[in-house]
């Protein structure tokens, strides 16, 4: 551990707590309880120490970051992930111990989504936890959705897993003291658990000393000093402050001679401006753009990256003031932008945030005349391993519901792609967060 690291340091505490409470104890379910939302981070980097080679705990823990849709995919969704993250981990290192993966990899790709799998996913992790050469072969599934459509569910689910897993396999689980989702998988007599409570760790505390420290006349120091001291002079709602720290950043950032840390500046300070609406705020962003343009003349990759964050703060200001056409058209500014570049996934990021403003402001003629210049080809022809990690489904739901360019039979070959990548319910998702029906008809 490097004890003058206060992250490590923090992360140690909870490696110490798992030692003293769970270790040897062959518990089949640990809920970590949170007292602050703001440690999830903290806890994702024990799940990401604890899941290399410089593991400390008796347990080898894998984690899993399927969505839980329903109860009835849930087990095939989470085999099928499963599947696909030891194969990219077998092209990487060929030699991976598992030997019966090929004949798990062959029954989830004949198995039916649509029929029940959990016999199939005990079955796998059984022959999983068979390949783990430490005694006493102790296998520890974190099971942490990236969401959960109904926690009363995915707790009937887990309860139901945890009665049925083998020997020496547990479930690992994520909760917060003020939600208390998983009450009802811990405390039961059905099986053995444990709830580690983990308490406030102090990470503002923890990154103002990362952010601190160092030589401090190291000008990337005194960069993260600014950036500190302007966000606690936003917080308190003193303009004044901010302007005097934000103006020794621009010096700075100047005075080093970097152009992209001096376009990140503009930025920033413009970004901490956002809360007292501003007169410097458009002149800010401005400055970056035209700092970022002689970057890209010049092939500087960073200075796309930058210029693309700028447009989508120009959009987010202009919807701060009410001017929703403006807003639109910038954020159709960054799609474009990212689309020319080949930047896709920044894209349909972008494209989502469009669309938003599009259906909630009346600019669906617009909207979908963009997306039908082949700005909608151009994401939606991405593999499906890319999609999946994005929120395409946004883009091809408001695409499928307006775009008069749509027939029948690409209308079913869509919403299978669809189908296939994120599931039947992908449509209801999309609809949920934009608010546009998902049963739009298609001529």
Known sequence: MNEHNPVAVRINRIQQKWKSQVEGKNYKVVRFLLSNEDDLTLLNGFYKLESSIYRTIDEVLVVMLTDFENLSYFSYNLVKDWILEYEKGLKKI?????????????KIEKASPLQPQGHLLLEMLASY???ISDSPKKLRIGIVPRKVYSYSDFSKWLKKMAVQLPENIGIL???YTQDNFYAKVVGTHEYT????TVEDQDMKGAYEELIKGGNPNDPQVKFRT???????EAAAGYKKGVHNWGNKLLDLA???GDKSL???AHLIYAGFLFRFKDEQIHSLLDKGVIICESLIKYKDEAGLGILLQIYNYKASYYSICGQHQKSWEWFI???????DNKHYLEAISNCKNAIIMAERHFMKSEMTEYLETGAFQLMYQQEDEQLKATEITFIVNYYLGYSSQVSQEKYREINERMILIFGKEWRQQAFSKVGMSPSTSVT
């Open 94 to 106: 060929p030699d991976l111990p598992w030997k019966e993966f090929p004949l798990y990899k062959e």
């Open 129 to 131: 936890q068979q390949c």
């Open 173 to 175: 689980l994520t909760d």
């Open 193 to 196: 658990s444990i709830s580690l």
């Open 226 to 232: 600014c950036m500190l001291e302007m966000g606690k």
């Open 254 to 256: 100047q005075s080093t």
């Open 262 to 264: 001096w376009a990140s």
């Open 333 to 339: 500014k960054s799609t474009q932008k990212a689309l």
